[in-house]
């Protein structure tokens, strides 16, 4: 027997699908120009910018930033420079200090005849400044060979002074400022706030991990108490002649150490 063939109603069949119209293509914009026109502002028209670009409105301010400058002069905010004014020299024109012997002793005769590196230490019990003659005394025998003293100068008495030298075995010489004159005349950096810093704490932690201690007992002697310890000391490089100063580091704050490279640089080669 043939297959039975059965036939829906119209209305039970679905619908035919319906054709998608192709959408037709637009054609695409032409390409934005890789630099703005003389008319455009950068914003309106995409710059394709080297590495090295720089903005011109920054121009001005990126050659400040880059622009070397050259110390003359030392500075009474505390660092180092090369010194070629004479009045720095005026000011210690009547300024003594002592040596372990009492005698007085004017502070550009130092070098006068000579050239000497010329150590200021904060006080005679000053931990850091021990630690700084130290670094001083590691470099004295390049000092010597090139003929140059090795001098430290501390604010205190004679007899505190004495005791700095049987303490720490300093092999320069040492001379005392009971007044601070040298000090004031070289505008050396003065005040708690340049004391007590996060950096110079630091400093002192590492010193006593190292093995150095202060002396507390020349510490609370009546002129370091009644100034309250807050004298910064520096260094300077001088002479011979009493005016040629070559070279001056004032301590911005307890334990900053000049580079002893420039150090040396100034006084031995």
Known sequence: ?????????????????????????????PATPT???????HRSSPLIRSPNFIPTHRL???SRLLSPVTATSASPAGGSSAVTSEGLTNSLENVNVFDLEGKAVKISDLWRGRKAVVAFARHFGCVLCRKRADLLASKKEVIDAAGVALVLIG????????????QTKFPGEIYADPDHSSYNALNFV???????TPLAGLKIIQSYMEGYRQDWGLSFEKDT????????????VAGPGTSNISYIHRDKEAGDDPDMEDVIKACCL
Not at 11 to 17: D, E, I, K, Q, Y
Not at 155 to 166: L, M, R, V, Y
Not at 190 to 196: E, I, N
Not at 225 to 236: A, K, V
């Open 60 to 62: 001005h301010r990126r």
């Open 155 to 166: 604010p205190g008495s004679i007899d505190q002074a004495k005791t700095f030298s049987e």
């Open 190 to 196: 003065y005040g708690v706030s340049t004391t007590f």
């Open 225 to 236: 108490r009644t100034r309250g310890g807050w004298q910064q000391g520096g260094l300077l």
């Open 1 to 29: 027997m043939g297959e039975k063939i059965f036939f829906l109603p119209s209305f039970l069949c679905p619908p035919p699908p319906k054709k998608k119209k192709k959408k037709k293509l637009r054609p695409s914009p």
């Open 35 to 41: 630099c703005p026109s003389s008319t455009h502002s």
